[in-house]
């Protein structure tokens, strides 16, 4: 019987799954996300050389049954990638350019059986417009900490979430993982949620 591992130490993804009824368990990826070079005019490209690596890296900790997740999560505005922030300030800065703009999310997603060697691998885009923010607004977001650990300095699942207007594509891919799109490819590995016991977190 095939074991799903997600290769991540989100909270999000790991709530997403168990949400939509997934028995799974985690294995952290330490994967070096500075070795692959930041390609800004192909963001897809990008975000699925990171999960990519990121399976890759937990493969030969899982067992050998095992079906292993792994996903990235990139925002782009005006065909810049912005990753996580280094400190505050950084934050603020992107934030502030994200103010009232639009900007996209990509969601790459790459799943891979380990006995059998075979892998599928996905990326998911959708449009986010942002109300426009006032200083004292963007530093009390910041001081909630919440944008610390997230790419483009925000999440759609918290306080962030406020400061959306509206989305044009998947809402769970923005937030992380493109549920239905990972549900299909995982039917294909013998995947499947049970539905039955699943309770909502």
Not at 2 to 15: H, N
């Amino acid at each position: 019987m095939k074991e799903l591992i997600l290769a991540s130490a989100s909270k999000r993804r790991f709530d997403l799954l168990a949400n939509t009824g997934y028995d799974f368990k985690v294995i952290i990826s330490n994967a070096d996300e500075g070795s692959v070079e930041v390609n800004n005019s192909e963001p897809s490209e990008y975000a699925l050389s990171l999960a990519k690596l990121k399976a890759q890296a937990v493969i030969n900790e899982a067992p050998e049954s095992s079906v292993i997740i792994a996903a990235d999560t990139i925002v782009v505005l005006n065909n810049q990638i912005l990753g996580k922030p280094e400190d505050e300030s950084h934050a603020f800065s992107m934030l502030k350019a994200l103010s009232g703009n639009m900007h996209h999310v990509y969601t790459a997603v790459s799943i891979a059986d380990k006995s059998s060697g075979l892998s599928k691998d996905f990326c998911v885009k959708a449009a986010v417009f942002m109300s426009p923010l006032a200083d004292d607004e963007i530093w009390s977001y910041i001081k909630t900490s919440q944008p610390m650990d997230k790419a483009g300095s925000y999440g759609i699942q918290g306080i962030g979430g406020l400061f959306i207007e509206r989305i044009e594509g998947d809402f769970f891919a923005i937030e992380g993982l493109p549920v239905n799109k990972v549900y299909n490819a995982l039917k294909e590995f013998g995947i499947f949620p049970s539905l039955k016991n699943s309770e909502y977190i």
